[in-house]
T-cell receptor
Framework: GAVVSQHPSRVICKSGTSVKIECRSLDFQATTMFWYRQFPKQSLMLMATSNEGSKATYEQGVEKDKFLINHASLTLSTLTVTSAHPEDSSFYIC?????????????FGEGSWLTVV | QKEVEQDPGPLSVPEGAIVSLNCTYSNSAFQYFMWYRQYSRKGPELLMYTYSSGNKEDGRFTAQVDKSSKYISLFIRDSQPSDSATYLCAMRQNSGGYQKVTFGTGTKLQVIP
């Protein structure tokens, strides 16, 4: 079963509003989570690395004021798309680094489809 | 030169064929190697995870790592139409914490019934 859960799986919002996407590690603590964006038929694009208790590290070209990341606990990271515009419509995926019984690897969430109208 | 190179395909094979998916990399510091399968409109699913050189088998899947050649492979035996997906290789360094994982661009596989 899923070890990283993302919610919501699909969201439609009006242009100018903000939307929050949650990423939870279900049975392990994740000190580091990653947020990706994926356009149709393209590969994953890393947006930012989310570290528990500290500021996220954003990749070059990603607006940190637009894509707010909060990693308040060892099992939850959130991505808030602020003042969303139609060009922000995309598939957003989180991943988490596992430890312990699940090994030292990366598990992905199911992804969240954002449509801005 | 990209750190990880992966042929985007598409790769079409008949059902039952053996599929070979490959990635090359240039960073000798990569120590952990993963293969993910991504169906359309879904998040990637971890298939295989290896650390050392050599082969690792799990059912119909075999992951192969050759660190001397900086080359990794994923073999799928008795391929099924349900294997049709995009396969991503991924790798990361072993530096005491979770560093950024570097992905290949993905190979799209189609298994034809």
């Amino acid at each position: 079963g899923a070890v990283v859960s993302q919610h919501p799986s699909r969201v439609i919002c009006k242009s100018g509003t903000s939307v929050k996407i949650e990423c939870r590690s279900l049975d392990f603590q994740a000190t580091t989570m990653f947020w990706y964006r994926q356009f149709p038929k393209q590969s994953l694009m890393l947006m930012a690395t989310s570290n528990e208790g500290s500021k996220a590290t954003y990749e070059q070209g990603v607006e940190k004021d637009k894509f707010l990341i909060n990693h308040a606990s060892l099992t939850l990271s959130t991505l808030t798309v602020t003042s969303a515009h139609p060009e922000d419509s995309s598939f957003y995926i989180c991943s988490a680094g596992s430890t312990g019984g699940r090994g030292n690897t990366i598990y992905f969430g199911e992804g969240s489809w954002l449509t801005v109208v | 030169q990209k750190e990880v190179e992966q042929d985007p395909g598409p790769l079409s094979v008949p059902e039952g064929a053996i599929v070979s998916l490959n990635c090359t990399y240039s960073n000798s510091a990569f120590q952990y190697f993963m293969w993910y399968r991504q169906y359309s409109r879904k998040g990637p699913e971890l298939l295989m995870y290896t650390y050392s050189s050599g082969n690792k088998e799990d059912g119909r899947f075999t992951a192969q790592v050759d660190k001397s050649s900086k080359y990794i492979s994923l073999f799928i035996r008795d391929s099924q139409p349900s294997d049709s997906a995009t396969y991503l290789c991924a790798m990361r360094q072993n530096s005491g914490g979770y560093q950024k994982v570097t992905f290949g661009t993905g190979t799209k596989l189609q298994v034809i019934p």
